[in-house]
């Protein structure tokens, strides 16, 4: 599998594990009718961003996006890329810690929370300290085990589909594209982790197209898979709507009779890798940009990692780690516009003989 399909495959798991719990919810809060709206506007909003930020990072061959802040100076990239990193930190700890209690929940309901999450932040930390090559090479594996086990849940859930409780509707004028939470969806995107990936491998927008389209159509199907089975009045009381949706599937006649024990597998592995990519983008900014202090990112990534660890300890229940969670990814929002935007506007001034390189 090349490097090119690997990243893809990242992209992809990213999202995966960002998009299965709270996602939902969202949508459900967002508008009562015409889930659909919400999803593909969602989903254009995000192609048109990864357009512009591609299109940014062509303009600086074998470089990514630290390098290319700071060939304008360390300042720059210390505004535009440290609040990026304060907020990845936010997101690994109350990621680790939500995935935590819904692990817990499905299969391991006597086993304390710490004892899980010291083993998935392991796990995690040793995938970052590795490299980016490690983190590709795994993220095929992961990605070759749970496709079948997304597209098992996907089609099993149709034996309890109930047609009459989604009716086709469209909302004119989308009036959820104002509000603040449809933009705490675009926090779940996981594009900015590409602009890291540039010196490695050139991705091109046709190859990431293709990987942002899956995951247009598997979200439409977590939004979709409670409402056909439940309706849009009981799934907007659940608090994991999917997780239920799959919970109420009979699979009786398989080893596992439960189709949620598929799910929980499948989510060790997406936070695995999720978190192990956030903590090495977190290592190679502080690397490269406090050169000077002389620490190597592997110590960066320890540190921020115990970091996020002993703030997923200090959360006291989950009600509260999905709220700072969702807090969390709305700041992330924030990055996806504001360091494509920048990227392609240095990029452009750049071309142009207007803005020059700090020597």
């Known amino acids: 599998m090349t490097q090119r399909i690997q990243i893809g495959a990242v992209f992809v798991i990213i999202h995966l594990s960002f998009g299965y719990l709270i996602y939902p919810d969202l949508v459900y809060t967002l508008t009562k009718t015409a889930h659909w709206e919400v999803v593909i506007c969602l989903g254009c909003l995000q192609l048109i961003l990864l357009w512009i930020y591609i299109k940014g990072l062509n303009y600086f061959p074998e470089s990514d996006v630290i390098d290319i802040y700071l060939t304008k100076g360390r300042w720059v990239a210390i505004i535009f890329l440290t609040p990026f990193v304060l907020n990845l930190l936010s997101i690994v700890a109350f990621n680790m810690r939500m995935h935590t209690e819904v692990i817990i929940s499905i299969f391991l309901p006597r086993t ?17 300290i590795k490299g980016l090559g490690t983190i590709l090479r795994s993220s095929a594996f992961i990605f070759l085990f749970v496709s079948p086990i997304v597209v098992f849940n996907i089609f099993s859930s149709f034996v309890n589909f109930d047609l009459h409780n989604v009716t086709p509707g469209w909302n004119s004028p989308a009036k959820f594209m104002l509000d603040k939470k449809f933009f705490y969806l675009l926090g779940f995107s996981s594009f900015l982790f590409l602009g890291f990936t540039s010196s490695y491998s050139k991705v091109t927008f046709r190859q ?40 109420s599937v009979d699979i009786s006649w398989f080893s596992f009779n439960r189709q949620t024990m598929f799910f929980g597998i499948s989510l060790v592995g997406l936070v695995i890798l999720a978190n192990s ?12 940009t406090f050169k000077y202090l002389r620490v190597k990112s592997t110590y960066w990534i320890i540190t921020f990692s115990v970091i996020s660890f002993v703030l997923a300890l200090l959360v006291p229940n989950r009600s509260l780690v999905e709220k700072y969670f969702l807090w969390s990814i709305g700041a992330q929002s924030y990055s996806m516009i504001i360091i494509p935007l920048t990227i392609f506007i240095i990029g452009i001034l750049s071309k142009r003989g207007v803005l020059e390189n700090e020597k």
């Open 208 to 247: 990431i197209f293709l990987a942002s389209v899956s995951t247009t159509l598997i979200f439409l199907s977590v939004v979709y898979i409670p409402l056909f089975i439940f309706g849009q009045e009981t799934a907007v009381t659940l608090s994991d709507p999917f997780l239920e949706a799959m919970d």
């Open 112 to 128: 304390p929370y710490w004892s899980i999450l010291l083993l998935l932040f392991f796990i995690s930390v040793y995938a970052a």
């Open 277 to 288: 990519v956030m903590l090495w983008m977190i290592g190679q900014v502080m690397g490269k």
